[in-house]
């Protein structure tokens, strides 16, 4: 089953891929300098024990993203 979702909805362990950016400005730009552009698989590494921020392996690196900017990368499980 294949739906749309949030980046900060992922739980650690869980994969994804990126189907767009709802956001503008320079975090969008800095996002998709980073590796975050539509199709690209994201795995949720580890969350801090305060929820915020997170993990992610994007492109063979480690980005710490948090919620409320994850709260705007739309993904497809």
Do not use: F, Q, W
Request: charged share 20%; with cysteine; net charge neutral.
């Amino acid at each position: 089953m294949n739906y749309t979702t949030n980046l900060s909805s992922l739980t650690e362990g869980e994969s994804c891929r990126i189907r767009d950016l709802a956001m503008t400005g320079k975090i969008r730009s800095r996002l998709m300098d980073l590796g975050l552009t539509s199709g690209a698989v994201v795995e949720c590494l580890h969350i801090s024990s305060g929820g915020d921020p997170a993990a992610y392996l994007i492109s063979g690196a480690v980005i710490a993203i948090r919620r409320c900017d994850a709260e705007n990368i739309i993904i497809a499980r």
